[in-house]
């Protein structure tokens, strides 16, 4: 157990529609990422977020938001949602102290997205 | 080309063997990840690498930052090592994490 949770673990949805996934880092940890995992782009950096404010931007895509509140859990908006769109989501956590990547990252058990 | 190319993509060997999985990337980085992910699709840590070498237990990752390369070994290898292993680096001029494809690894007893 990494200490990172992230919930709902599954979720169906239809083409449209807009989903939230939720992520509580470890106890302590300042940063969280949010990663895409699909099947034929592998696992993608979407955004990282430092103490509540937004630290390095990946392929996130405009439909997509995120956000870190005062008590460091993260949330990941997904608006307008396409086939595509289906993914396993994942959260991590890091202490957020050193620079230059160097930091260990925790994973979450991730979220299973199926758009429909 | 990918930035980040792992080799070989799947790996079959016998319990007790010695594994080598192969990592190289073309960009400049600070730090390189190894990363596991199981079956059911949790992922963990394995080492951060920013130079030489590191152990733990039955895993080895080196790094040769001249050559833009990093290897995983994993020593008298046994079933329950049979997962994905992931390369990944993190580029410091845009400050994110590139990944590789994956090396499947099954290990047979």
């Given at each position: 157990d990494s200490g990172v949770t992230q919930t709902p673990k599954h979720l169906i949805t239809a083409t449209g529609q807009r989903v939230t996934l939720r992520c509580s880092p470890r106890s302590g940890d300042l940063s969280v990422y949010w990663y895409q995992q699909s099947l034929d782009q592998g696992l993608q950096f979407l955004i990282q977020y430092y103490n509540g404010e937004e630290r390095a931007k990946g392929n996130?895509?405009?439909r997509f938001s995120a956000q870190q509140f005062p008590d460091l859990h993260s949330e990941l908006n997904l608006s307008?949602?396409?086939?595509?769109?289906?993914a396993l989501y994942f959260c991590a956590s890091s202490v957020?102290?050193?620079?230059?990547?160097?930091d260990t990252q925790y994973f979450g058990p991730g979220t299973r997205l199926t758009v429909l | 080309k990918n930035e980040v190319e792992q080799s070989p993509q799947n790996l079959t060997a016998q319990e007790g063997e010695f594994i080598t999985i192969n990592c190289s990337y073309s960009v400049g980085i600070s730090a390189l990840h190894w990363l596991q992910q199981h079956p059911g699709g949790g992922i963990v840590s394995l080492f951060m690498l920013s130079s030489g070498k590191k152990k733990h237990g039955r895993l080895i990752a080196t790094i040769n930052i001249q050559e833009k390369h990093s290897s995983l070994h994993i020593t008298a290898?046994?079933?329950?090592?049979?997962a994905v292993y992931i390369c990944a680096v993190f580029n410091f001029g845009n400050e994110k994490l590139t990944f590789g494809t994956g090396t499947r690894l099954t290990i047979i007893p």
């Open positions: 996130i895509l405009e307008s949602l396409e086939l595509g769109d289906s957020g102290v050193l620079a230059g990547g160097r | 290898s046994h079933p329950r090592d049979s």
